[in-house]
């Protein structure tokens, strides 16, 4: 489930935004996605650490599980990220994406056409 994007947390006096914010009904936990255009970087993770921590201190249910984070980025080098994240004990991730020019074909039915989505869109205009 989409709780949000730029979700906003406070730190003491400092905001915080994660990019992305869900909740994962199996898992029962929250769900933090930050969205990254280059390689992954070792400060990333503390980031992340910083915002699971938050997360599970303002925002989780006593019954829900601890929050899980999931860093996406252009592309990662493994055994960088395996030291990056070694002695964290919260539950990250790192994954990688790709840009394509064109749509996959196994995605395209699961996709509205364009007229769809233009038509969708124009809901959200201001008159």
Same mark, same amino acid.
Request: proline share 6%.
């Given at each position: 489930?989409r #709780? %949000?994007?730029?979700?906003?947390?406070?730190? !003491?006096?400092?905001? +915080? /935004?994660?990019?992305? $914010?869900?909740?994962?009904?199996?898992?029962?936990?929250?769900?933090?996605?930050?969205?990254? #255009? %280059?390689?992954?970087?070792a400060?990333?993770s !503390?980031?992340?650490? +910083? /915002?699971?921590?938050? $997360?599970?201190?303002?925002?989780?249910l006593?019954?829900?599980?601890?929050?899980?984070?999931? #860093?996406?980025?252009?592309?990662?080098?493994?055994?960088?990220?395996?030291?990056?994240?070694?002695?964290?004990?919260?539950?990250?991730?790192?994954?990688?994406?790709?840009?394509r020019?064109?749509l996959?074909?196994?995605?395209?039915?699961?996709?509205?056409?364009?007229e769809?989505?233009?038509?969708?869109?124009?809901?959200?205009?201001?008159?």
């Amino acid at each position: 489930m989409r #709780i %949000g994007n730029q979700y906003h947390l406070m730190a !003491g006096n400092r905001d +915080l /935004y994660i990019d992305l $914010l869900l909740f994962h009904r199996r898992l029962r936990s929250l769900v933090a996605i930050e969205l990254k #255009i %280059g390689e992954f970087e070792a400060e990333y993770s !503390g980031k992340m650490q +910083l /915002y699971l921590t938050a $997360l599970d201190d303002q925002v989780k249910l006593p019954d829900e599980n601890p929050s899980v984070g999931i #860093i996406i980025c252009k592309s990662k080098d493994k055994t960088y990220v395996e030291y990056a994240l070694k002695n964290i004990n919260m539950p990250i991730g790192v994954a990688t994406y790709q840009l394509r020019n064109t749509l996959p074909e196994e995605m395209k039915e699961m996709l509205p056409e364009p007229e769809e989505i233009v038509k969708r869109l124009k809901l959200f205009e201001k008159p």
